[in-house]
């Protein structure tokens, strides 16, 4: 650094540095979300780790009853009318109610395995802002295989894990 | 033997070879003493025909595989779980790479391509960084060929009995999408893999001159083009066809693509400094291999299963092979970089921040800051997992927040670089030079920011910073051309507007360069206008004759369409009519007709039940929407039929609106047609003193010429001194090694390498500008002092005067 033009470089370089890593750092705070399978959500309600009134993203399937879809009786100023679908997420055990206003990923039906971010807002019920479903034809492969249990490797090819 | 028995037995064959491209370039280069340089040329044609029976065995192994496919061998598990018999055609050929395993065939496939092009082109130019180069290829190969043999092999069959059909390729991946944007993104990222291969070749053999960095300069530059358009294709297909109405989503995967491309790009840039100046090797080499080592990361993202996305593949326990590679690749290049490190260093630095390479510089700090920033958002994930238990996601705000404001930095750098001159700019120089594309932003402001916003709707700090900051850079690469135009019709008759086209032509790599930056700035505004103003509602239902009201336009639903035919595969084909109005009265194309949208909705039949039970393990019914999009220069109106019903009437719409995208694909236009003519050869050179530049960067010396440098881009003045400051290290070097007597061998080897290294520079510059490689200097009219070699006066453009011209 030769003279006090290129010390100014240096300063400046430095305070975006730092401008960037808290950039990163609240970044990471606010926009991260915890996912949690459905069990733990529904045990956590009894427990004081409660998750009610907290955004977060439940994972598990979809449910096998059909989508229950309410049109609201009042159109917008834009036009048309709103809709909410209900639907249930589950684990093979339990299961929890979901209400959702926007479009449903056209690989959503039931036993899809399913992500949904939202705001829990009371037990066993959440309000969803995304749905998110897994691109089927890598993993729907390996569901029924499994499913079925009769797809085995030969000799010469390559073991597929299992899903649990 | 079956089929599948011969494929695999292909795979096998084709690791041989590959070890054998690994092996005989190793002994062909151990050793230095008579025998082994005898040896080296026969050591190198079997190389050669290793790189060359390698391709030959996959593409055969890949033949093999379409094969399979398009005879229904459903003996194979991959084919089974990829396709079925009434699969269209189309589409059992690009079920190739719609697996695990098959895409990685394709990977080898591909990366055997490359090492046998590097093979052959290199074989002429470059005997050494060649056939070396090869090698490396080959040895990242053997580890995917070992890899698809042990974990993933596409030629496994079915034990038992045979199904009847298969399970096919869901038809969400039936489209064209499918076959051109795996195939364009694996050529790219794959291509990765070869500057990271000449960078080792020239780790090895101690080779880092110009020449060498104009070779990989060109081979960075095809796979960085290739990569950015096989990522565009990625978000346009998330767009056109998957209708969330938008083409990027900060999913892992897309990340895993992304990042290597703008490690790729900072590379892209300094080593123009490398080989222009000399500068920066060991920079380019770490940055180089961070390349590489980022798209094997990537690839290990996408396999391993260990980030939930959209785009993952099953999870499998081939993600530890890959970070076993992926730590070996790491610790051998570094030890090369570290065995190596003399040779790495020169005495020429970057002299300060205002100058050239400075923002060069300080654009590669840039993009290395966004791919870190994207890297820990893609693994927090996993980490966080790793430690606490708890699976954790980050969402799309993270990465907004922290790409968008480098965005913004990167964009005012290139918007500044071209300003600065080479190695130091003077504050008097740059005042002068500024001063125009401040004009330009200023006056954008009312003329181009104000009003874009206006269209827009709104205030949006981000986008009128980003839209002031694309003015400036217009105004400075217009600047660039003003100049350079200028000059040249000292020496040419023509008018300005074809001395401003015909600049390109003759400074392919600036001009394309600039070309590509106005194309970067285009796409930020693109960007702008699509992400921070998309209007988006949620879905409305609406009766026959209803209307939508989206920003300017509204929507009526006119009744459903069908196919009069509807294809056999699918149970159902409905699509809206959506009739666009604006200011009340319908919009009308060009023959006069009105213009409607047709959102669809496709419901694609289950596979057929069977006797046989392996074969019911077919595709479910899968619903597919097809949007509709209305695109213009100021937006994109964007349609998705959600549900409807018939008995009532009803549609379930969903309608965007998103400013300025359209923009976002003239602007890859731009990247690709800047590309392109970097990427031409340069003309010949014609024979006479040819005309120099000087060291800064003048308007008048800079774009004299009449004929391009052999080599491109050299300032043989920059050369010729740093050739003199290398003269003087080495001399040094010699010398404290003669006063210790004996030293060290390698310091001797390296003493004595520079000396040949300099002489053989020297006879080139003594070539290359007839003898005069000694500073001899010639005074301007105008009192500048310039060097001989320069034809013009740097700062007034006088031509240099006959008697200074018959010396030289």
């Known amino acids: 650094m030769k003279n006090a033009r290129d010390k100014r470089f240096l300063v400046g370089g430095v305070i975006l540095g730092c401008a960037f890593a808290f950039l990163m750092i609240t970044g990471?705070?606010?926009?991260?979300?915890?996912?949690?399978?459905?069990?733990?959500?529904?045990?956590?309600?009894?427990?004081?780790?409660?998750?009610?009134?907290?955004?977060?993203?439940?994972?598990?399937?979809?449910?096998?009853?059909?989508?229950?879809?309410?049109?609201?009786?009042?159109?917008?100023?834009?036009?048309?009318?709103?809709?909410?679908?209900?639907?249930?997420?589950?684990?093979?055990?339990?299961?929890?109610?979901?209400?959702?206003?926007?479009?449903?990923?056209?690989?959503?039906?039931?036993?899809?395995?399913?992500?949904?971010?939202g705001v829990y807002y009371a037990e066993g019920k959440l309000r969803a802002d995304k749905v998110l479903t897994k691109c089927p034809s890598k993993y729907q492969a390996e569901e029924v295989k499994n499913a079925d249990g009769k797809r085995t490797a030969s000799k010469t090819s390559a073991s597929v894990a299992p899903q649990s | 033997m079956t089929l599948p028995l011969f494929g695999h037995y292909l795979l096998l064959v084709a690791l041989a070879t590959s070890v054998l491209t690994i092996g005989a370039t190793f002994s062909a280069f151990g050793g230095e003493n008579e025998a082994a340089l005898k040896r080296r040329g026969v050591l190198l044609s079997w190389a050669h025909g290793g790189s060359f029976a390698s391709w030959l065995l996959l593409m055969a192994a890949s033949g093999v595989l379409f094969t399979l496919f398009l005879t229904d061998n459903f003996a194979v598990h991959y084919v089974w779980s990829n396709s079925a018999r009434a699969q269209p055609l189309f589409y059992k050929i690009s079920a190739f790479w719609g697996g695990q395993s098959g895409s990685l065939l394709m990977w080898a496939a591909v990366l055997s391509t490359y090492g046998l092009l590097i093979a052959v082109k290199g074989k002429k130019k470059f005997p050494d960084i060649g056939p070396t180069a090869a090698a490396v290829i080959a040895f990242v190969n053997a580890f995917f060929i070992g890899l698809i043999i042990l974990q993933a092999n596409p030629f496994g069959t079915i034990e038992g009995a045979i199904p009847k059909d298969g399970f096919g390729l869901n038809p969400l991946l039936q489209n064209y999408w499918m076959q051109i944007h795996p195939p364009t993104l694996y050529t790219g990222y794959i291509g990765c893999t070869v500057p990271f291969a000449l960078a080792v070749a020239a780790l090895i053999h101690r080779r880092f001159d110009a020449e060498w960095a104009v070779l990989v300069r060109r081979w960075t530059l095809i796979t960085w083009i290739i990569l950015f358009v096989g990522i565009v294709m990625g978000g346009i297909w998330a767009y056109e066809t998957l209708g969330w109405g938008g083409y990027w989503a900060w999913d892992p995967v897309e990340n895993a693509s992304l990042m290597p491309w703008l490690v790729l790009t900072a590379f892209l840039h300094s080593i123009?400094?490398?080989?222009?100046?000399?500068?920066?090797?060991?920079?380019?080499?770490?940055?180089?291999?961070?390349?590489?080592?980022?798209?094997?990361?990537?690839?290990?993202?996408?396999?391993?299963?260990?980030?939930?996305?959209?785009?993952?593949?099953?999870?499998?326990?081939?993600?530890?092979?890959?970070?076993?590679?992926?730590?070996?690749?790491?610790?051998?290049?570094?030890?090369?970089?570290?065995?190596?490190?003399?040779?790495?260093?020169?005495?020429?630095?970057?002299?300060?921040?205002?100058?050239?390479?400075?923002?060069?510089?300080?654009?590669?700090?840039?993009?290395?800051?966004?791919?870190?920033?994207?890297?820990?958002?893609?693994?927090?994930?996993?980490?966080?997992?790793?430690?606490?238990?708890?699976?954790?996601?980050?969402?799309?705000?993270?990465?907004?927040?922290?790409?968008?404001?480098?965005?913004?930095?990167?964009?005012?750098?290139?918007?500044?670089?071209?300003?600065?001159?080479?190695?130091?700019?003077?504050?008097?120089?740059?005042?002068?030079?500024?001063?125009?594309?401040?004009?330009?932003?200023?006056?954008?402001?009312?003329?181009?920011?104000?009003?874009?916003?206006?269209?827009?709707?709104?205030?949006?700090?981000?986008?009128?910073?980003?839209?002031?900051?694309?003015?400036?850079?217009?105004?400075?690469?217009?600047?660039?051309?003003?100049?350079?135009?200028?000059?040249?019709?000292?020496?040419?008759?023509?008018?300005?507007?074809?001395?401003?086209?015909?600049?390109?032509?003759?400074?392919?790599?600036?001009?394309?360069?600039?070309?590509?930056?106005?194309?970067?700035?285009?796409?930020?505004?693109?960007?702008?206008?699509?992400?921070?103003?998309?209007?988006?509602?949620?879905?409305?239902?609406?009766?026959?004759?209803?209307?939508?009201?989206?920003?300017?336009?509204?929507?009526?639903?006119?009744?459903?369409?069908r196919p009069q035919k509807m294809d056999e595969h699918k149970s159902s084909d409905v699509a809206a009519k959506m009739t666009v109005l604006r200011d009340g009265k319908p919009l009308l194309n060009r023959s006069g007709q009105a213009v409607f949208l047709t959102p669809r909705v496709e419901i694609f039949k289950a596979a057929g039940e069977d006797e046989d039970k392996q074969a019911m393990a077919g595709q479910p019914e899968q619903t597919a929407r097809r949007p509709a999009i209305m695109t213009n220069l100021g937006h994109d109106l964007y349609l998705a039929l959600l549900g409807y019903d018939m008995e009532t009437g009803t549609a379930t719409i969903k309608a965007y609106l998103n400013p300025l995208v359209m923009w976002i694909w003239i602007a890859v236009g731009l990247f690709i047609s800047g590309t392109a003519i970097a990427l031409l050869p340069e003309r010949a050179p014609v024979t006479a003193p040819r005309s120099a530049r000087s060291t800064l960067a003048t308007p008048g010396a800079e774009h004299s010429g009449n004929g391009a440098h052999p080599i491109g881009d050299l300032l043989p003045i920059n050369l010729a001194r740093e050739i003199e400051v290398e003269i003087a290290v080495a001399r040094a070097k010699l010398r404290s090694q003669n006063a210790s007597k004996n030293g060290d061998s390698r310091r001797v080897r390296l003493a004595r390498d520079i000396e040949t290294e300099i002489a053989a520079a020297r006879a080139k510059l003594q070539s290359q500008t007839n003898g005069a490689t000694n500073s001899a200097y010639w005074q301007c009219s105008c009192g500048r002092s310039m060097q001989s070699e320069d034809r013009f006066c740097a700062s007034c453009g006088a031509t240099r005067p006959a008697e200074v011209s018959a010396q030289i």
Do not use: C
């Open chain 1, 28 to 117: 990471m705070q606010s926009s991260t979300l915890r996912a949690i399978p459905v069990g733990e959500l529904l045990a956590s309600t009894a427990s004081s780790q409660s998750h009610i009134g907290q955004r977060l993203r439940v994972v598990g399937f979809v449910g096998n009853e059909p989508v229950r879809r309410e049109v609201e009786k009042s159109t917008s100023t834009s036009g048309g009318a709103g809709s909410t679908q209900y639907f249930t997420v589950h684990d093979n055990a339990k299961n929890i109610a979901v209400e959702y206003r926007d479009m449903l990923p056209d690989t959503f039906k039931p036993g899809s395995p399913v992500q949904v971010d």
């Open chain 2, 272 to 561: 123009m400094l490398q080989g222009r100046r000399g500068i920066l090797k060991n920079w380019n080499m770490v940055l180089v291999s961070l390349t590489f080592l980022l798209s094997i990361f990537g690839t290990f993202l996408t396999r391993s299963g260990i980030v939930s996305s959209v785009h993952s593949f099953a999870e499998s326990d081939i993600g530890g092979y890959f970070l076993g590679f992926l730590a070996v690749i790491f610790i051998a290049t570094f030890a090369l970089i570290w065995w190596r490190r003399d040779d790495l260093s020169t005495p020429a630095t970057v002299e300060t921040p205002f100058s050239r390479e400075g923002t060069f510089l300080m654009g590669n700090w840039l993009l290395l800051a966004t791919t870190f920033a994207i890297l820990a958002g893609t693994i927090y994930p996993p980490v966080y997992e790793g430690f606490y238990g708890t699976k954790l996601t980050v969402e799309q705000s993270y990465f907004t927040r922290t790409t968008v404001p480098l965005a913004l930095l990167i964009l005012a750098i290139a918007g500044i670089g071209p300003l600065l001159s080479w190695q130091r700019t003077s504050s008097l120089e740059f005042m002068r030079k500024v001063r125009g594309p401040i004009w330009f932003a200023v006056l954008g402001i009312p003329l181009f920011v104000a009003p874009l916003l206006y269209f827009l709707g709104r205030w949006h700090t981000g986008a009128g910073i980003a839209f002031l900051l694309v003015a400036f850079l217009f105004g400075s690469i217009a600047s660039e051309f003003w100049r350079g135009a200028k000059s040249r019709q000292r020496t040419t008759n023509e008018n300005l507007v074809s001395a401003m086209l015909a600049l390109p032509v003759q400074n392919r790599r600036r001009y394309g360069g600039y070309i590509v930056h106005i194309g970067l700035a285009i796409f930020f505004v693109g960007i702008a206008g699509s992400w921070a103003f998309k209007i988006e509602l949620p879905p409305r239902d609406l009766k026959i004759g209803e209307t939508l009201l989206i920003g300017e336009y509204l929507l009526r639903f006119d009744g459903f369409l």
